[in-house]
C-alpha cells in the first residue's frame, strides 16, 4: 500500500471520527476503498499511539479521538478499578483550560460519583459520557447494578425508595461505614448548577441556581442508577465554599468536621400529603444526631399540623438539646405553628 493510501486513511479517521464513533472502519473501508483489516491495522497503531481511545469490545466498540469533548466511555467494572485513572486516560485533557473554580467541582464530582459506581452499585457496567456545550458541560456516570434508591432502602430498612432520598439529601448516608463517609453525594448535589440522581423510575432533582429540589418520576425508567451533573463553564461557585457552608473548625484541633446540614422538608412528603404526624416527623429527624446545626427548609410545605412541629422543636429538642435546629423558608401558617411549639427557654 502506498503512502498516500495510508495518510488518506489516517486523515479520513480522524475527520470522520467524531460522527462515526461505532462504524469508523466500515464507512473508511467503504469511502477509500481498502480492506475492512487494512482499516483496522491503521485504526489500531492510532490507538497505539494514544491518538485514538478505544472504549467496549467487539461490536460494541466505539473510538473518539483523544482530545475530542464529547465521550460515551463504556468500562467494566473490575476489582482494583481506579476512578483518578479514568479521568486522566479520558476526561482530563478536555477539562484542562476550565476555569480553576469550575475544574475543580468537575473533578471532585467525578471522583466521587465514580467511585460510589466502583464501591456500590453491585453491577458490572460503567458508562460516563460528556456533553460540552457553548455555556455549559453536563457529565453522566451511569451503571447497571441494583439501582442507589432499592439500596439505601433495604439497607436501612426504610418505608419506600422516596425516603432513601430525604435520607441520602441530609449526607453522612452510607452503606459502607467503614470505608466511606456518606459525603459525596451531599457535596456533590450543591455544587453543581443542576444534579440529577435517577434509578428505576424515580428521580431527585436540584436546581442550585433556582434553590429548587424535588422528587419526580424519571421518564427514561433508568435500569440501575444515572447522575446528571451540569455547570456553567464561567460558573462563580467554588467548592471550597460548599465545604465551608457545612462545616465547622474544631477549635482545639483546627480541623474541618462536617456538622451543618440543610434538610428540604418538601422530599418527606408523598403527593398531596400533609405534614401533620409525629411518624413523619421522626422520618425527616432520622440520622440528625450525626450533626450539630440543622437547617430544615419548609419550601413548598403549605401546612403542617401541632403533632409534627412538636415532635420537632419540643420532644426532639428535649432529647438531644447539643443539637441546634432552625428552620428558614416557612410560610404564615407554618411558622405560626412552629413558634408555638418552640419551648419557652430556646
Known amino acids: ?46 490507538i497505539k499511539n494514544g491518538d485514538v481511545v478505544k472504549t467496549g469490545r467487539t461490536r460494541g466498540a466505539s473510538y473518539f479521538l483523544k482530545n475530542a469533548r464529547n465521550k460515551n466511555v463504556v468500562l467494566k467494572i ?16 478536555s477539562f484542562a483550560g476550565l476555569p480553576r473554580n469550575v475544574l475543580s467541582i468537575c473533578d471532585y464530582g467525578f471522583m466521587e460519583m465514580v467511585n460510589n459506581v466502583i464501591d ?3 453491577g458490572n457496567s460503567l458508562r460516563i459520557m460528556t456533553q460540552w456545550e457553548n455555556n455549559s458541560v453536563k457529565i453522566i456516570v451511569a451503571d447497571n447494578g441494583i439501582g442507589v434508591f432499592r439500596k439505601i432502602k433495604d439497607v436501612f430498612h426504610l418505608e419506600d425508595e422516596q425516603e432513601s432520598i430525604l435520607q441520602l439529601s441530609k449526607g453522612k448516608l452510607t452503606t459502607d461505614e467503614d470505608n466511606h463517609s456518606g459525603q459525596g453525594i451531599f457535596f456533590t448535589s ?46 462563580k461557585r467554588d467548592i471550597v465554599k460548599v465545604f465551608s457552608d457545612y462545616t465547622t473548625e474544631e477549635p482545639e484541633e483546627g480541623i474541618p468536621r462536617f456538622d451543618k446540614t440543610h ?14 404526624s409525629r411518624s413523619q416527623a421522626r422520618r425527616v429527624l432520622l ?13 413548598g410545605i403549605e401546612t403542617v399540623g401541632q403533632g409534627f412541629v412538636d415532635e ?14 432552625e428552620y428558614e423558608n416557612a410560610n404564615r401558617d407554618v411558622t405560626f405553628m412552629i413558634e408555638r411549639s418552640i419551648p419557652h427557654d430556646k
Not at 79 to 91: L, N, R, S, V
Not at 287 to 299: M, N, Q, W, Y
Open 1 to 46: 500500500m502506498t503512502k498516500n493510501v495510508s495518510r488518506e486513511i489516517v486523515e479520513f479517521i480522524l475527520k470522520h471520527l467524531p460522527e462515526h464513533p461505532k462504524d469508523i472502519v466500515r464507512v473508511t473501508a467503504e469511502k477509500i476503498g481498502v480492506a475492512v483489516p487494512t482499516v483496522h491495522r491503521h485504526l489500531n497503531r492510532l
Open 78 to 93: 473490575h476489582p482494583g478499578m481506579e476512578e483518578h485513572t479514568i479521568w486522566q486516560d479520558y476526561f482530563a485533557g
Open 120 to 122: 456500590h452499585s453491585e
Open 190 to 235: 450543591r455544587a453543581f448548577d443542576v444534579f440529577l440522581l435517577s434509578s428505576f423510575g424515580l428521580a431527585y432533582f436540584r436546581d442550585n441556581k433556582e434553590e429548587d429540589w424535588y422528587v419526580k418520576s424519571d421518564p427514561e425508567e433508568t435500569r440501575g442508577t444515572a447522575v446528571t451533573l451540569i455547570i456553567a463553564l464561567d460558573s
Open 263 to 276: 434538610v428540604p422538608v418538601k422530599l418527606s412528603q408523598g403527593g398531596e400529603e400533609r405534614m401533620v
Open 287 to 299: 440520622g440528625l444526631e450525626k450533626f450539630r446545626h440543622v437547617i430544615l427548609d419548609f419550601s
Open 312 to 325: 420537632v422543636f419540643r420532644v426532639y429538642h428535649n432529647k438531644r438539646p447539643d443539637i441546634t435546629i
